[in-house]
């Protein structure tokens, strides 16, 4: 089975902050991930597919990157709409997703 | 555009099987070359993906669930089904259906509690 990491598992920045989580698989997975954004009581939405393919609606400040075992999602400019938990998510074999990182505003 | 619905009891008693339905409106289940996944993320916890059916009925389940689960399609209804049995505490959990590639889900539904007690 692949394991997923991520880090840090929470984190607080301010608004316009540059936000950087990492996601680290146990095994080469080539761009084989997803990021995805989960608000609070509702369903994760998909943002970045193959690792760095922004998905159709996506504001570009979010942003993806990494191939391989090490994986870097970005959020630019840090909005109050992105608080939320973000999960990276592979498919080298069958699906699992990471522990997810919650992000907040300080 | 499509959405999908879960369905079913939101209590079920230990050692039985929990039964949810996803219903698909805007778009037919049988058309399209799209997997039909069952996620599970228990109060306060992480995504965890339980398994999907493809369009032509094959499934593919997390091996550590495997031997509990079944995943079924009933396409005169436009539905996919999830079946767990002997079902713990360990098993409460909001249970999201969704469809997707072979990579991705993409199309969520809302998600619907099942807690397992007595």
């Known amino acids: 089975d692949i394991q997923m990491t991520q880090s840090p598992s929470s984190l607080s920045a301010s608004v316009g902050d540059r936000v950087t989580i990492t996601c680290q698989a146990s095994q080469d997975i080539s761009n084989y991930l997803n990021w995805y954004q989960q608000k609070p009581g509702k369903a994760p939405k998909l943002l970045i597919y193959d690792a760095s393919n922004l998905e159709t609606g996506v504001p570009s400040r979010f942003s993806g990157s990494g191939s391989g075992t090490d994986f870097t999602f970005t959020i630019s400019s840090l909005q109050p709409e992105d608080i939320a938990t973000y999960y990276c998510?592979?498919?080298?074999?069958?699906?699992?997703f990471g522990p997810g990182t919650k992000v907040d505003i300080k | 555009q499509v959405q999908l619905q879960e369905s079913g009891p939101g209590l079920v008693k230990p050692s039985q099987t929990l039964s949810l339905t996803c219903t698909v409106s805007g778009g037919s289940i049988s058309s399209g070359s799209y997997y039909w996944s069952w996620i599970r993320q228990p109060a306060g916890k992480g995504l965890e993906w339980i398994g999907r059916i493809y369009t032509s009925g094959s499934t593919n389940y997390n091996p550590s669930l495997k031997s509990r689960v079944t995943i079924s399609v009933d396409t005169s209804k436009n539905q996919f089904s999830l079946k767990l049995s002997s079902v713990t505490a360990a098993d409460t959990a909001v249970y999201y259906c969704?469809?997707?590639?072979?990579?991705?889900?993409?199309?969520w539904g809302q998600g619907t509690l099942v807690t397992v007690s007595s």
């Open positions: 969704a469809r997707g590639n072979w990579n991705y889900a993409n199309y």
């Open positions: 998510q592979q498919y080298d074999n069958l699906l699992t």
